[in-house]
T-cell receptor, first 107, second 115 residues
Framework: AQRVTQPEKLLSVFKGAPVELKCNYSYSGSPELFWYVQYSRQRLQLLLRHISRESIKGFTADLNKGETSFHLKKPFAQEEDSAMYYC?????????FGTGTRLQVFP | DTGVSQDPRHKITKRGQNVTFRCDPISEHNRLYWYRQTLGQGPEFLTY????????KSRLLSDRFSAERPKGSFSTLEIQRTEQGDSAMYLC?????????????FGPGTRLTVT
């Protein structure tokens, strides 16, 4: 079955520390993976997708098919990165989301 | 604001009542999606439309749920005979869904509380 797993509900770091939000997936085909973010009182929005291999707001994510992972990383966290982060898998035109990880960045 | 809009933003209803939600997608987006999100969970897919055609419905969508997109523009999601388990945030998203764009743009959601 297609599934996305985010093992951490909460990740707390201090400003300037590195961040890694974990995402593992289960998918029988060639996956299209995304990270969505929801800042406080804002709507869910796309942060990045693996196919574009871009860095957004300093975040990167590399698809590792061997480990079936798509972890989100940032070398130096900022307070404004505090938000809810969802990993998502495109499953034939619909998204399957993980349960999300709340990132708290303390000053 | 030219983003996806949803109405109402909040709805409180008594068990057994019918409710209807509306979603206005970004204009010219041919794909429209409905998701449901409960506390502590990520959004779960319910159904989606390509223009006015409903292409897929999740097994989560019981017979009490019906969605329409009559002219390929706005969409409505109706829940009949609401139950307390229907309490959730209902999210709408739209997408141009071209060969080069997979991004789904989400609305603010409609929070349903069934008492």
């Amino acid at each position: 079955a297609q599934r996305v797993t985010q093992p951490e509900k909460l990740l707390s770091v201090f400003k300037g520390a590195p961040v890694e939000l974990k995402c593992n997936y289960s998918y029988s085909g060639s996956p299209e993976l995304f990270w969505y973010v929801q800042y406080s009182r804002q709507r869910l929005q796309l942060l990045l997708r693996h196919i574009s291999r871009e860095s957004i707001k300093g975040f990167t994510a590399d698809l590792n098919k061997g480990e079936t992972s798509f972890h989100l990383k940032k070398p130096f966290a900022q307070e404004e990165d505090s938000a809810m982060y969802y990993c998502a898998l495109d499953n034939t035109d619909k998204l399957i989301f993980g349960t999300g990880t709340r990132l708290q960045v303390f000053p | 604001d030219t983003g996806v809009s949803q109405d109402p933003r909040h709805k409180i209803t008594k068990r057994g009542q019918n409710v209807t939600f509306r979603c206005d997608p970004i204009s010219e987006h041919n794909r429209l999606y409905w998701y449901r999100q409960t506390l502590g969970q990520g959004p779960e897919f319910l159904t989606y439309f390509q223009n006015e055609a409903q292409l897929e419905k999740s097994r989560l969508l019981s017979d009490r749920f019906s969605a329409e997109r009559p002219k390929g523009s706005f969409s409505t999601l109706e829940i009949q005979r609401t139950e307390q388990g229907d309490s959730a945030m209902y999210l709408c998203a739209s997408s141009p869904r071209t060969a080069y764009s997979y991004e789904q743009y989400f609305g603010p959601g409609t929070r349903l509380t069934v008492t």
